[in-house]
């Protein structure tokens, strides 16, 4: 946080560097997706970004879309899906509390945004990963998000859901190229450089925007209004002690600029948030060890079938469970692991008997040995009473035994040498918005001329997460704000 | 949430109903804090309450009061105390994220807080109450808050700070009579039945408050400022979803009022919030079966020192771990509680073996033999390495055994048949505040004539809470409010 964000009346702006139909207030994925469709209604579009280039920490990410009910993807790898079994998942997986006003348009709108998609020239390839991991290390367009393991197989049809744009590894700087492809394509006018740092308001109504570039004033009139696509906050240590304390000291899933400025912006005119709380927080566990072991917090309890989607183990880990967590696994299951899937990882620690384990990890005595034998006892029938992990995966632990620094493993949150928590995040809170991207106040009326979309707006999520909400919210909730705004649905009658 | 409470200039009053120096705006404990002092500084006060009768939230709770660093109860119960180590106790019990700059001045002024409800007439029996409980039975003066636990124990010199009002069981009630007959006795004018609908603006300083009354518009002028003391937000399901979705569903530890209307209006002036996902939350188990047996989660885990503070194991509990829990005793243990710590309450299941007892709470079987088997290997040699139970309480625990529903015990969250979730809570969060009680923008500055103490703002506490903390944040910034704005600390230069 620095300096004042408090609105400025436009009759205190001498001159106005430009003036347009529609402002777009940060270039990432939504960014993107609102100036799109601004652009395709007709709209004169100016967006504006304060880094020295578009893209934003969408461009850093992994680029994982969730898209379902039936995508061609999906079809050609062989399965059957629908809205209403995208939407059982997600209500769900991005529970409890996920809003289920915006979820329903998003499941029963997500053949056609994956079109969208293509029609920008994003490809997808049309093959299933289909093992347990944070991102696969192959082109497959299609891989597994937790659909199929307990208790979400229970709630719905399993269907794979993560749609991932052809590259290997991450792939969200493959998504931003083609949306922003599209973008220039479309005549949207891109400033860089460009740090919004208030709203320019007259009659009670969002007219433009007061920024700086390079140090000088500048300030942009909007016609129609300002589309809020900022981000998050995950960047700015004062927001998240005040809102999302639970990410405080581990690392942080951005591009370094989520600072919350346009949340903060729009709250200076009295916006309502939501689930400012709610974070997404990924643990840099190796999951195909963690599926043939176990996943144990400081005391050596389990607390989570592992064979769920990454996101979820990481989540009860940092939200509720006691540290050091460890992986814990046998030398059989080790061995049986594809070299692939080991992400270079090599077992922290080495033992014969659980007993000398536990001395290792500082767990009290007894108390891993107890869970194992727990775990043995109903593994051998195939059975996992407590957590339900699949029986794919059920086998009783025998000795020697090994345990995983579960700060090695997936790039985030740690440095090379395994510093840090082994936990990075972001934040999923924003301003509260229509299903049209309208930012409403505390009293429940939308802020003439003011939209948001993306992290700078309480999307579908509860308070969970799953891979590819983020970047798919986004993307959708965009693009209705962008087609709002250029509709003139913020004017005043 | 009903209705605007945007902020209404005060060229659209026709005629203000009363003009004072100051408005005081709910009159619970931090209200009666606020009037009491600005009315010792000479200032003409107006106190608004929306209920028939001032009290609030208040005058239904415990009455007690978090105070040390050496009371005069404490010295005569024999205790060594002092603001440091008070510190330290609750910078670590109220935290993680504790304000630590208020909860400085807070310790340091503690025993000149003390002497100032003792001067207002509430008064304190000089004994202690030695045993695990929520609330004695007795009308003993002086009890334990947690401070004698691990890890407490390790972090500060252990002294009880619980200081109690002169009643039996809830003593609220007496220490509002007080400190409203103060209120009274220094000329404080009090309107009942008034619900404070907006804040009045004049040149972007806060001048007054539009209210209803029996259905008709009132409105008060207030030449020095405005303090807000409305209380938190638990009884708005609204805004429970949308900043602190872990007490939805559970019952409310409040007078039915606290919808966070106080909170709202100064967030429809921009206002900044902080840590509004804190909540205090109170299960129902019954510390003295707990302690001498343990507290398991619905997969059989034990995940807490049982004898720690009952607030700790309550919000481990409901904000951490699987339900329903329970409280697993022995019949030795259980014979061995004294009848004045029974609450009526009578176990729900018995069982001669723990395989039999798994079966009824439908925990997997071996999962609660096995967390009693690390237990009893343990505790038979006085230790307990997982959780740092007292040794006092440590003793293997041998069949026969029994569960008790948690659901009863303690007066709150459930009915006389034991339904509901057992569990009841407030909220924590509110209002960015200086700490003599200025509400600050989110831009970080102060707004003019705006003022906030109690659960409408953001006090000392983090992410963890004690009683007696929110009474006593309560009161003491209540009165820093009342000081400052009876100074005109909020006007304008």
Redesign the interface.
């Known amino acids: 946080?620095s300096?004042?964000?408090?609105p400025v009346p436009a009759s205190a702006i001498d001159r106005f560097d430009a003036e347009v139909d529609v402002l777009v207030v940060g270039l990432g994925c939504a960014g993107a997706a609102a100036a799109l469709e601004a652009a395709a209604a007709g709209a004169s579009v100016l967006a504006l970004e304060r880094a020295s280039g578009p893209g934003g920490s969408s461009a850093m990410s992994g680029g994982e879309l969730y898209l379902g009910g039936g995508t061609a993807v999906q079809k050609a790898c062989g399965f059957d899906d629908d809205a209403d079994n995208m939407f059982a998942y997600l209500r769900a997986a991005l529970g409890?509390?996920a809003d289920e006003e915006k979820l329903r348009l998003y499941c029963d709108g997500s053949v056609d945004h994956f079109e969208w998609f293509r029609a920008q020239g994003v490809t997808f390839q049309e093959s299933l990963f289909d093992a347990p991991t944070w991102m696969p290390p192959t082109t497959d367009g299609l891989m597994w998000l937790g659909e199929n393991v307990w208790p979400y197989n229970e709630l719905a049809r399993p269907v794979p859901r993560g749609h991932r744009p052809t590259a290997e590894g991450f792939a969200g700087w493959l998504l931003m190229d083609r949306l922003l492809a599209a973008v220039r394509d479309a005549g949207v006018s891109i400033e860089t450089d460009t740090l919004a740092a208030a709203l320019v308001v007259e009659d009670g109504r969002v007219v433009g925007v007061a920024a700086r570039r390079y140090g000088a004033q500048v300030a942009y009139r909007a016609r129609r209004g300002v589309v809020l696509t900022t981000g998050g906050f995950v960047d700015d240590e004062e927001m998240l002690?005040?809102?999302a304390?639970v990410l405080?000291g581990h690392g942080k899933v951005s591009d370094g600029l989520d600072d919350g400025s346009g949340i903060?912006m729009a709250?200076?005119?009295?916006a309502?948030?939501?689930?400012?709380?709610s974070v997404e927080v990924a643990l840099t566990a190796l999951p195909a060890a963690m599926v043939r072991g176990m996943l144990v917090n400081a005391?050596g309890?389990r607390f989570i079938n592992e064979d769920v989607y990454p996101g979820l183990f990481s989540s009860a880990a940092v939200?509720?469970?006691p540290g050091p967590w460890w992986v814990v696994v046998d030398e059989t299951g080790w061995e049986s692991i594809p070299k692939r899937d080991l992400w270079g990882v090599r077992p922290r620690y080495a033992a014969e008997t659980l007993v000398e384990l536990e001395s290792e990890l500082s767990i009290?005595?007894?108390?891993l040995q107890?869970?194992v034998?727990?775990y043995n006892?109903?593994a051998a029938v195939g059975a996992d009473?407590?957590f339900h992990k699949n029986a794919r995966w059920l086998r009783p632990l025998e000795p020697p035994f090994a345990a995983l620094d579960p700060r090695l493993g997936f790039a985030t949150g740690r440095d090379s040498a395994g510093e840090g928590t082994g936990a990075a995040g972001f934040t999923l809170g924003g301003l509260?918005t229509t299903v049209d991207g309208a930012v409403l106040?505390?009293?429940?009326?939308a802020i003439p001329g003011l939209f948001a979309a993306g992290r700078a707006s309480?999307g579908i999520h509860?308070?969970g997460y799953i891979s590819g909400t983020s970047l798919g919210d986004g993307t959708f909730f965009g693009r209705r704000a962008g087609r709002a705004v250029a509709a003139g649905a913020g004017r005043q009658p």
């Open positions: 946080m300096g004042s964000i408090a409890p509390h002690a005040a809102h304390p405080l903060r709250a200076a005119l009295g309502a948030t939501r689930r400012m709380g005391l309890q939200k509720h469970q009290p005595e007894g108390a107890a869970t034998d727990v006892r109903h009473p407590l509260h106040d505390v009293s429940g009326a309480a509860g308070e």
